[in-house]
């Protein structure tokens, strides 16, 4: 087990209701698992998987960076370079608002909510 795995089972559980960062909707966490998490996104409650390499792998990607704007366009991007991106290997829709409020809330990132939205690891991570 990673150690984002572990803070988000610490920190985070099925059926919790989260708010994203730019309009404070909410969105619920489905389920957690050996794969990853499942989130309900959107107006539909669109399930989202995003599996734990991602979000290792997206705290790799924060790793001495400070801030970082964490969505795009709501298009397909190649840049892995940036949250967005890069959390597109694992899921088209975009997703790394919503999967920066869990990190958040895991205490693994800190979110400024003001518009770029920004994030950055948290010192010690």
Not at 28 to 55: F, M, N, Q, Y
Not at 85 to 94: A, C, M, P, T
Request: charged share 25%; hydrophobic share 40%.
């Amino acid at each position: 087990m990673g150690k984002v795995e572990r803070a988000v089972r610490e920190a985070v559980h099925t059926g919790m209701r989260l708010y994203t960062p730019g309009h404070a909707k909410p969105f619920e966490v489905a389920e957690i698992d050996t794969d990853g998490i499942v989130l309900l996104l959107g107006s539909g409650r669109w399930r989202t998987p995003i599996p734990w390499d991602g979000l290792e792998g997206l705290a790799d990607l924060l790793r001495g960076r400070g801030w970082v704007r964490t969505s795009g366009a709501y298009e397909h991007s190649d840049d892995v370079t940036t949250p967005s991106g890069y959390l597109k290997q694992y899921v088209y829709r975009e997703t790394s608002n919503w999967v920066m409020v869990v990190l958040e809330q895991a205490g693994i990132v800190e979110l400024d909510r003001r518009r770029p939205i920004k994030a950055r690891l948290i010192r010690g991570f």
